[in-house]
């Protein structure tokens, strides 16, 4: 089983629309969660941490279900500059090491 | 966050050559790693790269195959010895512990995207 799963995707959707994706962990002794954003051809770049039970920052909104194990990404109001994969990384909890997910790509049409 | 440069950027190499590629950073990390991500696939990190001592290599890589330097906190390379078309990849380097910043958040190099014929 891979520690962190996501929804490959795609998710199309138009412009203003509201768009969200969950990422599965398999780790229980996780302490930290973050998405990364990471456009074609370039590096991740961070997004959000996502600690607690969760964060907003402007239209992104993340959740964190421990119970369940999963962090979910909710991004309103969409932009075309909000198409993108979308990486879910989780701290192993034993270690330092962040594991990543395969991404969720999301592509926002005019 | 800081101003992570490498070099190169992107090169074409022929199989049984060595590629050192450069990561440099622009102010004191703690830590600096170092990933592979194949086309179409997530990163899987090759290494974290010790000042001072040798690197720690994940399952699956060697450091006959990949060996890695990091003389100071700012600097660390990455070699892909006697390659393979398999190397084919973007090999990026990421740090964390920067200061002012939650331990365990990365940030990521622009990558060098290698091919080899």
Do not use: H
Not at chain 2, 45 to 60: C, D, K, V
Request: charged share 15%; glycine share 8%.
């Amino acid at each position: 089983r891979k520690e962190v799963e996501q929804d490959p995707g795609p998710f199309n959707v138009p412009e203003g629309a509201t768009v969200a994706f969950n990422c599965t962990y398999s780790n229980s002794a996780s302490q930290s969660f973050f998405w990364y954003r990471q456009d074609c051809r370039k590096e991740p770049k961070l997004l959000m941490s996502v600690y607690s039970s969760g964060n907003e920052d402007g239209r992104f909104t993340a959740q964190l279900n421990r119970a369940s194990q999963y962090i979910s990404l909710l991004i309103r109001d969409s932009k075309l500059s909000d198409s993108a994969t979308y990486l879910c990384v989780v701290n192993g909890g034993v270690d330092y090491k962040l594991s990543f997910g395969a991404g969720t790509t999301v592509t926002v049409r005019a | 966050s800081a101003v992570i440069s490498q070099k190169p950027s992107r090169d074409i190499c022929q199989r049984g050559t060595s590629l050192t590629i450069q990561c440099q950073v622009d102010s004191q990390v703690t830590m600096m790693f170092w990933y592979r991500q194949q086309p179409g696939q997530s990163l899987t990190l090759i290494a974290t790269a010790n000042q001072g001592s040798e690197a720690t290599y994940e399952s699956g890589f060697v450091i006959d195959k990949f060996p890695i330097s990091r003389p100071n906190l700012t600097f660390s390379t990455l070699t892909v010895s006697n390659m393979s078309p398999e190397d084919s990849s973007i090999y990026l380097c990421s740090v964390e512990g920067l200061a002012g910043v939650s331990t365990d958040t990365q940030y990521f190099g622009p990558g060098t995207r290698l091919t080899v014929l």
